[in-house]
T-cell receptor
Framework: AQKVTQAQTEISVVEKEDVTLDCVYE???????LFWYKQPPSGELVFLIR??????QNEISGRYSWNFQKSTSSFNFTITASQVVDSAVYFC???????????FGKGTSLLVTP | DAGVIQSPRHEVTEMGQEVTLRCKPI?????LFWYRQTMMRGLELLIY????????DSGMPEDRFSAKMPNASFSTLKIQPSEPRDSAVYFC?????????????????FGEGSWLTVV
């Protein structure tokens, strides 16, 4: 069975601090896909990134970066120089294959204060 | 392109009433998902369809819930009779399998959600 654990329920940082959101997953599949979504206070779910199990290359997109490590079954998300607009709930998710649904973690609520 | 469109955005209904939530997936997408979000349980998959065929409905709470996808551009989630514990945000999502998706995985795009309150 698949499982996604986001151990950090809530994180509070001051603007311009760096923050890392942890995601640990469990799966028996050799092929799987990992995702991060952002849910701002307005409630919609916004896709941020996807990564397949064969690609452990880290990715950077502006202030966002992702560290995928199969050895520790982790797919962590770092926001550099956080901003108030980054305040949201962030979800990590796992899919066991093409055309399959996402299994979400419980989410990490990030609050960035001025 | 228009995103996933859900209606109604907000619904308040009395216990025992029938509730129908509607979803129009992104044009060309061949997978459709219904999720429910609550504080206690987080984001739960209720059911999903591939090419209009239900693939996994193990997340549907009980017989009071039913979902249909009569064609590629429309789906409904019905609750009859509704109960206060059904109060939640219901998200519809869709995805497709492009050539890129076959390498990197299919991205699932979500609608803005239907906020249901059963009193």
């Amino acid at each position: 069975a698949q499982k996604v654990t986001q151990a950090q329920t809530e994180i509070s940082v001051v603007e311009k601090e760096d923050v890392t959101l942890d995601c640990v997953y469990e799966t028996r599949d050799t092929t799987y896909y990992l995702f991060w979504y952002k849910q701002p206070p307005s409630g919609e779910l916004v896709f941020l990134i996807r990564r397949n199990s064969f690609d452990e290359q880290n990715e950077i997109s502006g202030r966002y970066s992702w560290n995928f490590q199969k050895s520790t079954s982790s797919f962590n998300f770092t926001i550099t120089a956080s901003q108030v607009v980054d305040s949201a709930v962030y979800f990590c998710a796992l899919s066991e294959g093409l055309g399959y649904a996402l299994n979400f973690g419980k989410g990490t609520s990030l609050l960035v204060t001025p | 392109d228009a995103g996933v469109i859900q209606s109604p955005r907000h619904e308040v209904t009395e216990m025992g009433q029938e509730v129908t939530l509607r979803c129009k997936p992104i044009s060309g997408h061949n997978s459709l998902f219904w999720y429910r979000q609550t504080m206690m349980r987080g984001l739960e998959l209720l059911i999903y369809f591939n090419n209009n065929v239900p693939i996994d409905d193990s997340g549907m709470p009980e017989d009071r819930f039913s979902a249909k996808m009569p064609n590629a551009s429309f789906s409904t989630l019905k609750i009859q009779p509704s109960e206060p514990r059904d109060s939640a945000v219901y998200f519809c999502a869709s995805s497709s399998l492009t050539a890129r998706d076959r390498v990197y995985g299919n991205t699932i795009y979500f609608g803005e959600g239907s906020w249901l309150t059963v009193v």
